[in-house]
């Protein structure tokens, strides 16, 4: 089954996993405290993520664990553009208003939203492999919305979107996309 999602929506889960991924890495650094990860995302950052979330589990339902093949099975799937979608995507996804997605696709992105979510409520940080595994999953609904919306503008720019304990000499644009969804 294939469902679409709309350009605002993919800008919004591209930022939240392109953040999501990038400040994972920075807080397994073990000078990074687990508080400190915890305020950077504020209860209003949550709540964007839990409304950028929303409009997935408005196509899938929630579920509670993800079985490992279908991430195989979806990295597997995924495939590097075509001859024309290298020389025509850019031009062709200007016109464009929402982007094809698969249902396992879709799950992928919730399951790895909501964990995330369920990782922030923890009091104490979590175990280092949980945190890499997650960050591996952050990344692969990066590449999943990136190869799905190759061409896409948007996804470019947001390569350099703020993250936590960022680098100050590393030029960043603003989750501002992801922060004014809804």
């Known amino acids: 089954m294939i469902t679409r999602l709309d350009r605002k929506t993919i800008v919004q889960l591209y930022c939240l996993f392109s953040e999501t991924e990038?400040?994972?890495?920075?807080v397994l650094d073990p000078a990074a405290t687990w508080s400190e990860f915890q305020q950077y995302y504020s209860m209003q950052k949550r709540a964007s993520v839990g409304r950028a979330l929303g409009?997935?589990?408005?196509?899938?339902?929630?579920?509670?664990?993800?079985p490992p093949r279908m991430?195989?099975?979806?990295?597997?799937?995924?495939r590097s553009p075509g001859l024309f979608r290298v020389l025509f995507g850019r031009w062709s996804a200007r016109w464009k208003s929402s982007w094809t997605f698969s249902v396992p696709e879709i799950h992928v992105l919730a399951w790895t939203g909501q964990t995330f979510l369920c990782c922030l409520e923890k009091m104490d940080k979590p175990d280092a492999n949980l945190l890499i595994s997650l960050r591996k999953d952050?990344?692969?609904?990066e590449t999943i919305i990136?190869?799905?919306?190759?061409?896409?503008r948007e996804i470019k720019e947001s390569t350099s979107i703020?993250?936590?304990?960022?680098?100050e000499w590393l030029k960043t644009v603003p989750g501002k996309d992801r922060d004014e969804a809804a």
């Open 71 to 78: 991430k195989y099975e979806m990295i597997n799937a995924l």
């Open 162 to 167: 703020a993250h936590f304990r960022q680098s």
């Open 138 to 141: 952050c990344y692969l609904c």
């Open 55 to 66: 409009s997935l589990l408005q196509i899938v339902r929630p579920v509670a664990e993800l």
């Open 22 to 26: 990038r400040s994972i890495h920075r």
């Open 146 to 152: 990136a190869c799905r919306c190759f061409g896409m």
